[in-house]
């Protein structure tokens, strides 16, 4: 079975600029969660989604939006990037929502990189 | 104070060693754990997932839980070159990562 796809593995852009990630969870799962990881850190929390409702929302600024859509993938978006924005996002699905402790299974990422 | 701590290592042992990777928290009322095992250039792999305080063994991997002392571990029997990567444990009541672990088993 296939797991957590994420689209483009690696991205360059630069300041000011716009970008898009893609997600598509495994199969049967109805949550996705996003993740911000910068190089030496743990995975920094952005959102969760389930049934295309956001359920949770982590301390970033507005820049950061998210979707869900009827098949359970998801994009992030990211406008007006700054120097900071360079980081692996990762992606995460689950069953449910994870609040009842539901395992989440990560993707390997997007590496975002901004000049 | 952060609400996961973990110490980033790096921590580097002999093959065959016993490896313990622990991390403390703040809230009491946290019940769900986890261990991921992240190699370099890929996302987190599931590892351990645990609920309540005890044991939880898999193959060389135990996971343990002391929820009097907020503390969690994850032990690594027979450690291999092959386990050499991050170990990051997290909360999944709040979905919380702690910083990581860098591991590094030599032969």
């Known amino acids: 079975d296939a797991g957590v796809t994420q689209s483009p593995t690696h991205l360059i852009k630069t300041r000011g600029q716009q970008v898009t990630l893609r997600c598509s969870p495994i199969?049967?799962?109805?949550?996705v969660s996003w993740y911000q990881q910068v190089l030496g850190q743990g995975p920094q929390f952005i959102f969760q989604y389930y049934e295309k409702e956001e359920r949770g929302r982590g301390n970033f600024p507005d820049r950061f939006s998210a979707r869900q859509f009827p098949n359970y993938s998801s994009e992030l978006n990211v406008n007006a990037l700054l120097l900071g924005d360079s980081a692996l996002y990762l992606c995460?699905?689950?069953?449910?929502?994870?609040?009842?402790?539901?395992?989440?299974?990560f993707g390997d990422g997007t590496r975002l990189s901004i000049l | 104070q952060k609400e996961v701590e973990q110490d980033p290592g790096p921590l580097s042992v002999p093959e065959g060693a016993i490896v313990s990777l622990n991390c403390t928290y703040s809230n009491s009322a946290f019940q769900y754990f986890m261990w991921y095992r992240q190699y370099s250039r890929k996302g987190p792999e599931l590892l351990m997932y645990t609920y309540s305080s005890g044991n939880k063994e898999d193959g060389r991997f135990t996971a343990q839980v002391d929820k009097s002392s907020k503390y969690i571990s994850l032990f690594i029997r027979d450690s291999q070159p092959s386990d050499s990567a991050t170990y990051l444990c997290a909360i999944t009541d709040k979905l919380i990562f702690g910083t990581g672990t860098r591991l590094q088993v030599f032969p």
């Open positions: 995460a699905s689950s069953l449910g929502t994870g609040g009842g402790g539901q395992p989440q299974h």
């Open positions: 199969s049967g799962h109805k949550s």
